[in-house]
């Protein structure tokens, strides 16, 4: 069995919902309380893949920036993917994900990005797509850690993308 | 560093090395007990970021500071620490700073700097879904209103037609009914468009000169039908001192009276309705009136009074009625920036005191109330009807041609109004403003703006139209034309407009 390890990094504004979809993915656990995440936490999940490959997905955990040039650079090394997280109910969370995007882009040419929308259950996904389509927001998700909804998805999606 | 202060501060720091496979060689476990021989990368998933230091040390970088990292050995709790490896040939060490308590410190002030703008950027969202939401749910009822208001129109206005025909007493009981069941539908639509633009903030008072003698008048003469029809008694009353020429929402405070007499009727099985209007007092440029509507009916309860002033709520279930109708009283009153008193007895009665503050006018009368604008008889008008609603045209048609005065012809869109303005001279337009490509507003624009043939340029335009937007007047004024009529309108209304502008044009 091959056995690789990657690492998965979750970035965007704070309170977006990084640590709620960390924790769904990883315990599939949920919680309403909202602590702001201090530094960086690091699991691991292992996950047997279709193809017979064994991952060991390195997440990381990262605290909350709108800019991630003004985050601490030092979390971003040696990303295999990066989970770009925003909170569909506040608009500031990504107005500029452009911006954001293209740095990750620019600084780390060969990982994997996606997109996420957090907090589907807040608002009808019809509302939500046509914001999002408001703003020109390219998004690869639309999530709900509360309900876990596309969450599995999600990265199973960048387990196949990593590995490839 | 005195002794004791060197212990407490090494024990906060641990330094390990690790060899190129991740095997640990030194550790001196102040912190985590890792041991010598064991794997890092067993210790914690953080240390697998080593794999990729290794690929990024450069010979100008080869130091790598971690901040704030969440470190957890069993069933611990975490440690927050900043680890910094310095990649050299062979081995690696890395030096690990325990500084838990102080990061959670500093983590409360963050923490609270985040709900905070958190609750603010959600808030933003949720009030704009509710912008969202109130605008259609306005631009829905505006628009509903406008569908069913159309055919009322047509519904109302041949009524009307048809009661002037020879019918026999069981036809015209049945055309009394369907008049009656319509005028109510109407009140219904109308009801249920104020209040949902006076709840939205988008309601706005109009100002016009009026004749406050004259509005008494018309309203006693529109309700004593139906007041003396239930048998009771109509009183009613004005006080000689008023300065019946104001300023004001005439239309607007027309609803005022006619909802709270509404009201009384229901509520009446006998005795007396008394509707009066009284000068309290006065300024050369204001004067404060009462409006009082008194009844003998069913009265109101203590725990009632302040209900009745709810959307949607009635005393009596079985009567007929939207409940809006005092909600609409009430919002009315206070945009007007009057009061509204109630004094009620449970089986004695009901009395409804508005109290206003009205700007006094001039002291000219008002052009509607001077004027009847008589055309003269034997001498025809040609009139053009623009409205794309076969029901509403061919009603403006027999109403028109039914007069005697007037050759109309008729138009349902305004790019064929304007090929026959072009090829006949008309004394009046009658135009609808929701028409199928030009509105009625860009018609008029065009009329006014593109014509140098003053017999063009200058006819006289009437604006029709079931749209219930704010100041429609005002925006048909604006567009060119000289007067507007909402739907349904009465074929005495039609006229009036109608003989008003073709008079005045002729009389310039």
């Known amino acids: 069995m091959i056995k690789l390890s990657k690492k998965v990094a979750l970035v965007g504004s704070f309170g977006v919902g990084k640590t709620s979809l960390f924790r769904r993915f990883i315990d599939n656990e949920f919680s309403t309380d909202y602590k702001s995440t201090l530094g960086v936490q690091i699991q691991k999940k292992v996950i047997t893949m279709d193809n017979g490959i064994e991952l060991s997905m390195i997440l990381w955990d990262t605290e909350g920036h709108e800019n991630i040039s003004e985050g601490r650079s030092s979390y971003l090394i040696g990303s295999h993917a990066f989970v770009y997280v925003f909170d569909i109910t506040r608009i500031d969370t990504y107005k500029e994900i452009n911006t954001q995007i293209e740095f990750l882009k620019n600084h780390f040419p060969n990982a994997v990005i996606k997109i996420v929308g957090n907090k589907l259950d807040a608002v009808s996904k019809k509302k939500a797509i046509e914001t999002l389509k408001e703003y020109s927001v390219q998004y690869d998700y639309l999530t709900s850690a509360k309900t876990g909804d596309y969450v599995e998805e999600l990265f199973a999606d960048i387990a196949v993308d990593v590995t490839n | ?508």
């Not at chain 2, 015209?172 to 633009?197: A, C, P, W, Y």
């Open chain 2, 1 to 508: 560093m005195g002794d004791e202060n060197q212990k407490k501060f090494y024990k906060k720091v641990q330094l390990v090395t690790v060899n190129e496979l991740g095997k640990i060689i030194y550790s001196d476990a102040n912190l985590f007990s890792w041991n010598v021989n064991d794997s890092i990368y067993e210790a914690h998933p953080f240390f697998s970021i080593i794999e990729s230091l290794k690929e990024a040390v450069s010979a100008q970088e080869n130091e790598f500071t971690f901040p704030c990292v969440h470190l957890k050995e069993g069933k611990e709790a975490s440690r927050i620490c900043d680890v910094t490896f310095t990649v050299s040939y062979g081995e690696i060490n890395i030096v690990i700073f325990d500084y838990t308590q102080a990061y959670l410190d500093l983590n409360k002030i963050s923490q609270e700097r985040n709900e905070s703008i958190i609750k603010a950027q959600e808030l933003e969202f949720t009030n704009r879904l509710l912008i969202e939401k109130e605008n259609f749910k306005n631009d829905f009822i505006a628009s509903i209103n406008h569908e069913l208001t159309t055919p009322l129109t047509s519904v109302k206005g041949f009524i009307e037609l048809l009661e002037k025909t020879n019918l026999d007493y069981e036809q015209e009981e049945l055309v009394k009914i369907i008049k009656t069941e319509s005028d109510h539908l109407q009140n219904i639509f109308g009801d249920m468009f104020d209040i949902s633009r006076i709840e939205s903030g988008g309601f706005k008072l109009e100002e016009e000169t009026f004749n406050l003698k004259e509005l008494f008048s018309t309203i006693v003469n529109s309700n004593k039908g139906p007041i003396e029809k239930q048998a009771l008694n109509f009183k009613t009353e004005i006080d000689n001192k008023l300065n019946a020429e104001l300023i004001g929402d005439k239309t607007r405070l027309y609803q005022i009276i006619s909802n709270l007499i509404s009201n009384a009727l229901k509520y009446t099985d006998e005795g007396f309705i008394k509707f009066s209007i009284n000068r309290l007092s006065g300024k050369s440029s204001k004067q404060q009136i009462a409006i009082v509507v008194e009844d003998s009916g069913i009265g109101i309860s203590e725990e009632d009074k302040a209900a009745i002033f709810e959307s949607f709520s009635q005393l009596n279930p079985n009567i007929k009625g939207s409940g809006l109708g005092l909600n609409i009283v009430r919002s009315l009153v206070s945009l007007m920036e009057g009061e509204i008193l109630l004094e009620s007895k449970v089986g004695v009665g009901s009395k409804f005191t508005v109290v206003l503050s009205l700007k006094n006018a001039s002291g000219e009368e008002t052009e509607e109330v001077k004027h009847h604008y008589e055309l003269p008889k034997g001498k025809k008008y040609r009139i053009l009807v623009v409205e794309n609603q076969l029901n509403t045209q061919y009603l403006l048609l027999k109403i028109l041609l039914a007069q005697g005065s007037f050759f109309v012809d008729a138009v349902s869109s305004a790019e064929a109004a304007i090929k026959a303005i072009e090829n006949r001279e008309y004394k009046l337009i009658i135009s609808d403003i929701k028409l199928d490509e030009l509105t009625g507003f860009q018609l008029a624009q065009r009329i006014r703006n593109q014509y140098g043939d003053v017999a063009i340029k200058n006819i006289p335009i009437l604006g029709i139209s079931a749209l219930r937007a704010p100041n429609m007047t005002n925006k048909a004024i604006a567009a060119g034309m000289d007067a507007f009529l909402s739907k349904p309108f009465s074929e005495k209304q039609l006229l009036q407009k109608v003989n008003r502008l073709i008079y005045l044009a002729n009389h310039k």
